[in-house]
């Protein structure tokens, strides 16, 4: 029996054992196209990702292009404000380190904006 495997990205992969040589090499050869094929695909998509800026996306919303998706909107609203959220309270857990997050709250509502008007 032999053992198949590829490596990929810093990862091996364990294709089986096979009766022959020739059928190992396919397997190896089948394996890699398919590695291959995955990457080309993430590569694509993120680029696609990468160029919708959020100008173009508040367009198409303006323009009513989800309408006839209200389901879809909702969603996207939704990870956009967790999004917002996670990475607001990074920025807070950053400026006070150390503290609690009661503690936290506690001293960003006595912390008074500089051009705010009390």
């Given at each position: 029996?032999i053992r198949a495997?590829?490596?990929?990205?810093?990862?091996?992969?364990?294709?089986?054992?096979?009766g022959?040589?020739?059928e190992a090499?396919?397997?190896?050869?089948?394996a890699r196209?398919?590695?291959?094929?995955?990457?080309?695909?993430e590569y694509?998509?993120s680029?696609?990702?990468?160029g919708?800026?959020a100008e173009?996306?508040?367009?198409?919303?303006?323009?009513g292009?989800f309408?006839?998706?209200?389901?879809?909107m909702?969603s996207?609203?939704?990870a956009?404000?967790?999004r917002?959220?996670?990475l607001?309270?990074r920025?807070?857990?950053?400026?006070?380190?150390g503290?609690?997050?009661?503690?936290?709250?506690n001293?960003?509502a006595?912390v008074?904006?500089?051009?705010?008007?009390r």
């Open positions: 029996m495997r590829v490596q990929h990205k810093n990862k091996e992969y364990a294709l089986g054992q096979f022959t040589r020739v090499d396919a397997a190896r050869e089948a196209r398919v590695l291959e094929a995955l990457d080309a695909k694509n998509n680029q696609r990702v990468k919708l800026r173009t996306l508040e367009v198409l919303v303006t323009k292009i309408d006839t998706q209200p389901s879809l909702l996207l609203a939704e956009l404000l967790r917002q959220k996670m607001a309270h920025q807070r857990r950053t400026l006070y380190p503290l609690s997050d009661d503690d936290r709250r001293l960003a006595r008074v904006p500089k051009n705010s008007i």
